[in-house]
């Protein structure tokens, strides 16, 4: 299966679990809200009605005589009350009550011991069903389709005897017809949030595959640069094999032979070992000891080393080191032996005869810092960024000759990083390169 096939799909799979996940998130919030709404109104609701039904029952029951027995009083607390079979057409709203009943379409009813209707206000509903249920909260449902709420209260007589019952409720119109719109308004609002969801779906599961793809494409680039690398000195074997490996060769013949063997497997050998350093830095394999290491020794150590090289080169080397102080780090000293030779072996390669190199080791608060800097052919600020890529060389001809298979500054980055620290580089063509490794001081220096 072709990889661009398997990132596709990977981002498919991404984004439709990322959108389903928050599809049904949106759903159960949508419910959930709903659901809350629809309790708050109707709490709010049933407070309302209850507080309106409490005052009237206790303004009421203080003047009730006889059960069943409307008293004129209550007329008077209720002057539009109709009592039944009676016409109420002319009756005016006066009284505050009747006010509050005909503007939020309260009614009130009031019903002897057996469910009979005496008398009612406000706006009451023609086919409301008439019998008295047990439970004091309804909501009841007339044949026209609209839904009430209603409290019922017995009420007694100034004797306490039964009198009957009191009925206060309300149209649930409003109400519904509120809910009937936040219904649609979910119902249109949510498939838009989700068409929403999954384009934001596709394009975050697009960045969360970008770094993916681009390290396989990085370990694609660097199996077909590590296999290219092997091939060459390979190649070479065997053709110096072949060539020896006729009747005509000579002892000399396989002597040089050998020695180009041994050469090319000598570079072999040292391809593997650096890749297998980096894969083992990658995985981490490698824990790094904390160790003491002295910067000065390391230095000047190498400076010892490489004098040879550089008088051969025709190059200046010279070690800048603190004379009065040791700086010191912790860390792996066979691995920062191994950093900072990467850099002075590149700067003595790529500085022409008659040049110079400087080491120089400082530090500040922090850090102790490690400078390599040569007089060499420089480096171009595009080239700069890429450096530090494995197999990468600037120039593949000019660094085979002179360097290795690319992979020096790699090893020497996943050094520094090992021991949290960090190189840069500063480089102008044909002026010159500084290198600076920055690791973090020993605590107490
Ligand atoms: P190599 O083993 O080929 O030298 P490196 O990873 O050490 O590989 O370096 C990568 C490339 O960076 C080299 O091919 C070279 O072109 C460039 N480079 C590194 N150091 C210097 C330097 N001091 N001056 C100029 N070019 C450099």
Not at 60 to 67: F, H, M, N, T
Not at 259 to 269: A, F
Not at 320 to 336: A, F
Not at 372 to 389: A, N, P
Request: charged share 15%; aromatic share 6%.
């Amino acid at each position: 299966m072709k990889h661009s096939h398997v990132f596709h799909l990977t981002r498919l799979r991404l984004a439709g679990l990322y959108a389903g996940t928050m599809g049904v998130i949106l759903a159960v919030c949508g419910v959930v809200f709903y659901e809350a709404m629809t309790h708050s109104h109707f709490s709010e609701l049933n407070h309302r009605i209850e507080s309106v039904a409490g005052t009237l029952h206790d303004g009421l029951e203080a003047s009730l005589q006889e059960p069943g027995r409307l008293e004129p009083v209550v007329q008077q607390f209720l002057p539009t009350l109709c009592v039944a079979q009676t016409d109420c057409a002319n009756q005016l709203p006066t009284a505050h009550y009747l006010g509050v009943f005909q503007q939020e379409g309260y009614y009130i009813r009031f019903l002897d011991l057996s469910g009979r209707v005496l008398a009612s206000a406000g706006q009451v509903p023609t086919a409301l069903p008439q019998a008295v249920k047990t439970e004091p909260w309804q909501t009841l449902e007339t044949s026209d389709g609209n839904r009430y709420r209603q409290i019922s209260l017995v009420l007694k007589t100034t004797q306490q005897q039964p009198w009957g019952y009191m009925q206060v409720g309300r149209s649930l119109q409003d109400l519904d017809e509120h809910l009937v719109w936040v219904r649609v308004l979910l119902l249109i609002g949510l498939p838009i949030a989700m068409l929403v969801v999954v384009a934001a779906s596709w394009w975050i599961a697009g960045q969360a595959m970008n770094p993916v793809s681009h390290s396989y494409r990085q370990m694609q680039q660097f199996t077909a640069d590590a296999a290219h690398e092997l091939r060459t000195p390979l190649a070479a074997i065997q053709a110096t094999l072949e060539s020896t490996l006729t009747p005509e060769s000579t002892d000399t013949d396989a002597w040089d032979t050998l020695r180009t063997v041994e050469r090319q497997t000598g570079r072999l050998s040292k391809l593997v070992q650096d890749l297998l350093l980096l894969s083992r830095m990658d995985l981490q394999a490698l824990p790094v000891p904390r160790q003491l290491c002295t910067l000065n020794h390391v230095v000047s150590d190498l400076v010892e080393e490489f004098a040879a090289l550089a008088i051969a080169a025709d190059i200046a080397l010279i070690a800048d080191l603190p004379k009065d102080r040791s700086i010191t780090v912790l860390g792996n000293e066979q691995q920062l032996y191994r950093l900072v030779a990467n850099l002075m072996i590149n700067a003595i390669q790529y500085t022409p005869a008659g040049g110079k190199v400087i080491i120089r080791l400082r530090h500040d608060d922090h850090h102790a810092l490690i400078q390599v800097q040569d007089t060499g052919i420089g480096i171009s600020l595009k080239d700069q960024s890429r450096i530090f890529d494995r197999f990468y060389r600037v120039s593949s001809d000019r660094s085979r000759q002179t360097g290795g298979a690319g992979l020096g500054l790699s090893i020497a980055q996943a050094i520094a990083q090992a021991h949290q620290g960090n190189i840069r580089v500063e480089s102008q063509l044909e002026t010159g390169s500084t290198f600076t490794v920055q690791l973090p001081l020993k605590q107490g220096d």
